[in-house]
């Protein structure tokens, strides 16, 4: 098992975030998108079709092919599954290709006041980002570095992978990959994101 080496500071961080937010109420949560990037994998593979955390080892005659993808979760609710195609996401693409049409959107028709949960990746941290937010009044969360275990979402990455995995004809090429995702993805029910954001918020 490979783990992330947490400093005291991380440590300090992770608990004072715990402590700040251990009196939220179930409503208070409903207002928060959790989201992240996930990269799911081809690879060839000798042994048994195994599900390792959010990366699908299949076996297939595709070798090394991946997909880079990000999506949302909220309580009630769960944003389009986007696919980060043609090279690394920027600040530039993370505004122009998600937070302006998709996250801005979902969250001006579902909360009156938003609040947005993502990591202290670089670009989630530019200034265009930043100002991207404050114009469509789109409040951020702080969020301790090294965190994604306390992220809900990490555990709907899992369970899209298993989904993926459990299917009668895997995906052999990255176009079958995609597809399968995106059909799986709006095949997640409600019930079982709300049950974890649930869980992690009590």
Not at 24 to 33: A, K, Y
Not at 51 to 67: E, N, P, Q, Y
Not at 117 to 136: I, K
Not at 157 to 181: C, F, K, M, V, Y
């Amino acid at each position: 098992m490979v783990c992330v080496s947490l400093t005291v500071d991380h440590c300090v961080a992770r608990r004072r975030w715990a402590q700040e937010h251990l009196i939220w109420r179930r409503d208070e949560w409903r207002d928060v998108l959790f989201t992240d990037e996930s990269r799911f994998s081809i690879r060839l593979s000798s042994g048994e079709n195994v599900t390792l955390g959010i990366i699908l080892h299949l076996r297939t005659k595709v070798s090394d092919l991946a997909d880079m993808d990000w999506a949302g979760v909220s309580i009630n609710g769960r944003t389009d599954l986007y696919i980060i195609r043609n090279g690394e996401l920027t600040a530039q693409r993370c505004r122009d290709d998600i937070l302006r049409p998709i996250v801005g959107p979902y969250a001006a028709s579902i909360w009156v006041e938003s609040i947005l949960m993502d990591d202290n990746a670089r670009p989630h941290c530019a200034r265009l980002v930043d100002n991207f937010l404050f114009n469509e009044g789109i409040l951020r969360m702080d969020w301790p570095a090294y965190s994604s275990d306390i992220n809900p979402i990490e555990h709907v990455w899992d369970i899209l992978g298993r989904r993926i995995a459990d299917r009668s004809s895997l995906p052999e090429t990255i176009q079958q990959l995609e597809s399968s995702l995106l059909q799986e993805w709006e095949r997640i029910p409600k019930s079982f994101i709300d049950n974890l954001i649930i869980f992690h918020a009590s």
